[in-house]
């Protein structure tokens, strides 16, 4: 039993279920992803063994507070860790087991207290002559999980009740059968929507008003009789009827018998029905919808044997999570048998009656901005008025009721309901001493954190020789990029190019211009200038637009440019503008022509027929699925994209820029085109307005004076500062944003970094052997100046992006970038006195964050935000997060750097490298440590966030179950000390490096790959790109030749008795 007990909570043992539990996640999200969340659930979070692996973590933590001695004062830090988790896997337990959730469906002017559960049952009634009995079995069944048998006492008989099979977004499948009847394809129509039907001779449809049989008639129902005429249909009510071919239209009386028609509509009062087809010899098969958008519409489909009295039949239930599924009728063994699977109705102890439903849009858009249930609490007699909104719940009497969604009319409130107190208040109490813990760690005396800071304290005032220098000098990473000549050549054609020679306009009246409001297609307030930026960028992949004439270089901003196309569209179209990329546009170019910067024009793009020339070509790119695209197909795609930007841009749907006086839903209009929705004067002026701007720009070509096209400017801004108040953004964001625009920053920034990084890199070296000569010092500090006024431009830049969304800038993929890049300038100089390196290491990737954000693979534009995101737990969550991102970026720099050194190790450095070696990875772990510790709070107080937002802390979307993961990663490298043959500086800096990849995974390739609550994917996943493999192989030929140099030295430092072994210093 001891040696039970002592594998137990072993060392090892911690490891191994850290790996199991972090395999079985990763596992399940692409489970999830491929076969929806009904089968991760039952193959992986609700399964025995997933639960077993979290009770022996329980258990092992629990052994380990008695093993290490950890009730003591000085080890409280890592007792309340352990503790923490203890009460974290409680927590979760009670949530699972005694807490249950549903959601309830409310109606304006109406009461409900129906919660329909979230958890399925198997239920329903037999009923035989002198005997009824009704049963109920909680069961969730899945795509691999369906194994279910169950046996029913009737008397002295036992009815027997068998899955056979479940089919997940079940769509029917006509097959051909030689031994099969005829198939009846039924379409019914109602108020509740389309559904289809295929019914078998004898079987029959029960619908809201009427009942379908094909079948010999009976009574009360719609009967489809097969003679040897042909099909017949008899009907008890009257039925209007149209043919769709030859639109024959009539009535047939109730009670009549006629013959049927296919592809003819019938209509009785709001029931329409009609019968597609009528299959012969063919049989009927479910099958799981391969397309994911149709899935989403399709119920799952259940297949139940019933077999009582020697007889046996199947019986089909539906379902679908919030819904309850309609009764299945069988009748097997003179049984008659009452069959369903499904959410049930759980009545609460009070109601909730819906004043008004609230839903507000973002100002001339469709999308929600935020919205809202009115709702009273009515109790034994008493009411109480309240509003439910998203980030704002309602609590009673345990429950808790949160704004998840809305009828497509617009006129009833979906909300969740949640009930689980207990389980929520022991989770909170375990993220509390997690933070505790956290907190003493860093800063209590004796933690592991503080030993390895006197360590590096130590290890800082003693010297390392040249052969560093020498060693890293050829290692030294180095990078450039020339400077782009921005032109074009000139056109052939001598009056195009003349003509946009003259299209200049005054640098001062297209920043006026520029800061004229406009609406975009997201509803958004902005400048044009922003506009212009992304209109021009998008096109051309650059902010300016320069060619060349003769000997002479024009350039133009791109409000000059963006106000040129939308005075003269016309002209424009023949201006090359859209970039076909050279390399992965090759095709392309063979079908479009371009000058010698691969810019095509508008005009290029059809034939002399007016044909669009890549109509084919871009129509079977997006039949493909994302992961089977080419380069070829994504260019043909971006292409395609740049001319339908271009074109709305030439016929001026983009420039919305008069607000519609007293429009509930705040639409701005383009002008000319949508004139006639104005009234009056405005309609007139609205009309007007532009033409007369632009012949006033032509003017002022031609005699220099641009005082009118101001005016008339000042008149539309006029027209907007009255017309559109209500929607206006405050002056100084205005102005905050066009500051943005203007300096772009970051584009600026990532340039520096790298150039900084690699010359503090040299002289970072170059301070180990010559830290006392004066020039050394003097570069060093200069240095670091130029380093902290990159770190302070880095935080300008961000808190001028907050300022001018009206939101902290993290919301989406760029932004995150951003904030990550910020935070390992951050952590650099944390981390700069105990190492010259970390700080030249951060910069440098820094600086390569803001270069993948400037390639655009992310999406720049400041964006109105989802109305979930409109809180401020949103700042808190994720701005620890994505901060977290930052230390342990900086750990995997840093067990690069360390895998390198033990790579230059010879028998002339290896004392000095070894120095350098372990200082390097005493941050490293000081690093990781802070960022596991800025996870896990981030982690968990997404879950505080998510329990306040809609009612769940924990729901295994792919996006916290990854930070998990990255998290339980994280332990095992830092846990790693603990077992004997997995200590040292080499393992310990390769699995740094490689534990990053759980956190590449967070935080991009959840969002790209996987489907969830957090992903920007839709569909599909995108192919992953090359690059990726070529870091895997990378990684492991570093990993090889590092080991092959650690075990070489390993055995000489054993040879040399009285020397320092490696390990002593993690131990």
Sequence with gaps: MRTIWSLIVSGKTTLVLFFLYALAMGTATFVENDFGTPAARNLVYEAWWFEWIMLLLGVNFIGNIFKYKLLQRKKLPILLFHLAFILVLAGAWVTRYLGFEGILRIRENQANNRMITEKFYLSGMIETPGWQQA??????????????????????????????????????????????????????????????????????????????????????????????????????????????????????????????????????????????????????????????????????????????????????????????????????????????????????????????????????????????????????????????????????????????????????????????????QITYMGYFLMGLGMFLTLFGKGSRFLQLNKQLNSLKKRSVPVAVFLTLLVALPYSSRANEV???????????????????????????????????????????????????????????????????????????????????????????????????????????????????????????????????????????????????????????????????????????????????????????????????????????????????????????????????????????????????????????????????????????????????????????FAVKRTWVKASWWFMLALSMAVFLLHTFNLLLRWYAGGHAPWSNGYEMTLLVSWSLLLFGWVFSKKSDFTLPLSVLFSGTLLFVAWLDWLNPEITNLVPVLKSYWLKIHVAIIVGSYAPLALSALLGTLSLFFMIFKNENNQKALSKSITELTCINEMSMTIGLFLLSVGTFLGGVWANESWGRYWAWDPKETWALISIIVYAFVLHMRFVPGMKGHYAFNLAGLLAFASILMTSFGVNYYLAGLHSYAKGDPVPVPDFVYWTIAFVALLAVVSYIQYRKFKKLQKSNKGKETEEKVLA
């Design 135 to 424: 049963f109920e079995f909680q069961e969730k069944l899945g795509l691999f999980d369906h194994d279910f048998h169950q046996e029913i006492s009737m008397g002295d008989k036992t009815i027997a009740l068998e899955v056979v099979q479940f089919i997940p977004q079940a769509e029917p499948q006509i097959i051909p059968d030689t031994q099969g009847s005829a198939l009846l394809q039924l379409v019914v129509a109602d108020s509740s929507g389309r559904k289809d039907h295929f019914l078998q001779k004898g079987q029959q449809v029960h619908t809201k008003h009427l009942t379908f049989q094909f079948g010999p008639q009976t009574k009360n129902t719609i009967s489809l009789v097969e003679t040897d005429s042909g099909f017949y249909m008899c009907h008890p009510v009257p039925l209007q009827f149209m043919h769709m071919d030859t639109q024959e239209a009539g009535i047939l009386p109730g009670g009549s018998y006629s013959k049927l028609k296919l592809r003819t509509l019938y209509q009785h009062h709001n029931l329409r029905f009609t019968i597609p087809a009528i299959h012969a010899n063919s049989s009927l098969k479910y099958v799981t919808c391969q397309d994911k958008e149709k899935a989403k519409q399709l119920d799952d489909l259940t297949i139940v044997k019933v077999s009582f009295n020697g007889e046996t039949q199947q019986a089909n239930l539906w379902s679908a999570q919030g819904f309850i599924s309609r009764p299945e009728q069988i009748q097997v063994g003179g049984a008659d048998c009452v069959l369903s699977y499904g959410p049930k109705v759980h009545e609460l102890p009070f109601s909730l009656y819906l004043r008004d439903f609230q839903l507000e849009r973002y100002p001339g858009s469709q999308s929600p901005s935020s919205y809202a249930s009115e709702v009273t609490v009515m109790d034994a007699g008493q009411e109480t008025p309240t509003r439910i909104f998203m980030n704002n719940v309602l609590d009673y009497k345990g429950y808790r009721f949160f704004q998840a969604s809305y009828d497509t009319d617009e006129k009833g409130t979906v909300l969740s309901v949640n009930h689980d107190w207990w389980g929520t």
């Design 486 to 768: 921005d032109s074009l050549e000139s056109f052939n054609e001598e009056d195009i190019t003349h003509w946009l020679s003259l299209q200049y306009i005054a640098p001062n009246h297209a920043d006026n211009f520029g800061a004229l409001l406009v609406q975009d297609l997201d509803g958004r307030i902005k400048p044009i200038n922003s506009l212009a930026s992304e209109f021009l960028r998008k096109l051309m992949r650059k902010t300016h637009y320069t060619f060349q004439v003769k000997e002479e270089t024009y350039t133009y901003s791109a409000d000059q440019v963006f106000l040129a196309i939308n005075a003269e569209p016309t002209a424009w179209s023949f201006i090359p503008l859209i970039k076909i990329d050279p390399k992965k546009g090759k095709e392309i170019q063979k079908i479009v022509p371009v000058n010698s910067k691969s810019l095509a024009a508008f005009r290029d793009f059809f034939d002399e027929k007016g044909n669009y020339l890549l109509f084919e070509q871009v129509e079977k790119a997006n039949l493909k699925k994302p992961a089977e695209r080419s380069e070829l197909d994504n260019e043909l795609i971006n292409v395609d994209e740049r001319f339908n930007i271009l074109y709305h841009t030439l016929s001026g749907k983009y420039l919305k820029i008069f607000p519609l006086p007293n429009d509930p839903s705040h639409t701005w209009y383009p002008g000319q085109q949508d004139a006639s929705v104005f009234k009056g004067e405005d309609s007139v002026f609205v009309k007007n307005i532009l033409p007369i701007y632009y012949q006033s720009i032509q003017q002022a070509r031609t005699d220099k004076q641009w005082e009118k096209p101001e005016e008339y400017l000042d008149y539309i801004k006029t027209y907007q500062n009255k017309m559109g108040e209500a929607v206006l953004p405050a002056e100084e964001q205005v102005k905050a944003e066009l500051l943005y625009n203007r300096l772009d920053l970051f584009s600026f920034l990532f340039k520096v970094c790298w150039i900084l990084g690699p010359i503090m890199l040299v002289l970072a070296i170059v301070r180990v």
